[in-house]
């Protein structure tokens, strides 16, 4: 092969079935990554349906599988395609191993879930073991709670895949702010394992596009973030009572709804908006980049998804945490932490939302303290931390293949692979 035909590769798993959390985990680490070594090139496997919405860095790359969308009742149907799940999600299981043969990377980091979307991923990790590739799994700070995510992983049967697939577990947060693994009996072996980074410090791009939206607001604004929007509609909803309450809020406010919120929620919420006397509250359906807006916030009202709240830190902003608790309550366990520690203020949603407690915690937003008042050692080298594993895996002496047995305890995954292997 030509040097430039065996360059440095990473190989980069994100399911992608709601929101824009992992897609945007996965992106900053693969731009870090590529930007750090130019001998490097990333190619991110995912399922987002907006993911060419997004820049991505030099020798940064994407394949997109077809997307998986979650029903209300939390069962998982094909997002554009009229077929039906489980023809899906073996499309897709064949498409990332596929890419994974022809790709060959030197290293392979898989987001969130071990086995991938309903084990789609178990068979690509099996090939990649045998030829000797280094398997990474990266986990956010908080998974679910502990009660919760012990009998999901039982049902998914992940612990062998964590003692006999994965070479390391990467946890994207610190151990003094929560071990998302607590409730989890883990063998020493995978504990030796499991290495915690930091949180992934996001930076404003060079160059900000210019958001009309920011030349109408000519006083102190606070950003209002849903997120992906899918789920998002209660945090909106007590904004604008907050606003309908009390029309002498001293602050604007920047509501972006996401890509995924309603269509006829979006639309409700805007009108609700522009009947508001005086004009406090803009809107904006979706905005790749929050950067610019984020930077100039007097406060930031969120519902503390790892990305946001990465942001939050990042820029060094008072911030407002309203979590939702269904169907994980990853974002509340968050936002208690962060209260705790004082890095951010919390408002847990009683289901009355009453808008003038809304209110009040506008007005007192700008008065918090700021992140950086608290002083963490290491809370957002999680980056340059990542860095040094990725270039200490790809210093390693060439691959030696590694016979891995097929699992033999009759469980879904196992038998999806079985299945495709004898095809």
Known sequence: MTGSDRAKRVLIYSHDSFGLGHLSRCRTIANALAAADEDLSVLIISGSPIIGSFDFGARVDFVRVPGIGKRSDGEYEALNLNIGIDRTVAMRAALIRETAEMFDPDLFI???????????????????????????LGLRDVMDEPTMLAPEWKRKNVLPALKHLYDELWIYGLPQFNDPLSGITLPKSVRRKTVYTGYLRRDLPRESDDLAVLHDVNRPYIL???GGGGDGEAVVDWVLRAYEH???????AIVVFG????PEAREAFRQRAE??????????TFETNLGPLMAGAAGIVAMGGYNTFCEILS???KALIVPRTVPRREQFIRAQGARQLGLANMLADDGVRDPAKMATALRQLPQ?????????PGLLDGLPNVGKLVARHLRQPARRPVPVALARNGDADAEMVRRRRQA
Do not use: C, W
């Open 368 to 376: 918090q303290g700021l992140p950086s008042d608290v002083v963490i």
């Open 315 to 317: 820029f060094d902003k």
């Open 224 to 226: 209002v973030t849903a």
């Open 246 to 252: 009390d029309a002498n809020i001293p602050y604007a």
């Open 110 to 136: 898989v987001d969130k879930e071990p086995l991938g979307l309903r084990g789609e991923v178990h068979a690509t990790l099996r090939m990649l073991k045998e030829r000797g590739t280094p398997l990474v």
């Open 275 to 284: 009947k508001l006397r005086g004009g406090p509250v803009r809107t904006l």
């Open 259 to 262: 890509p995924f919120m309603a």
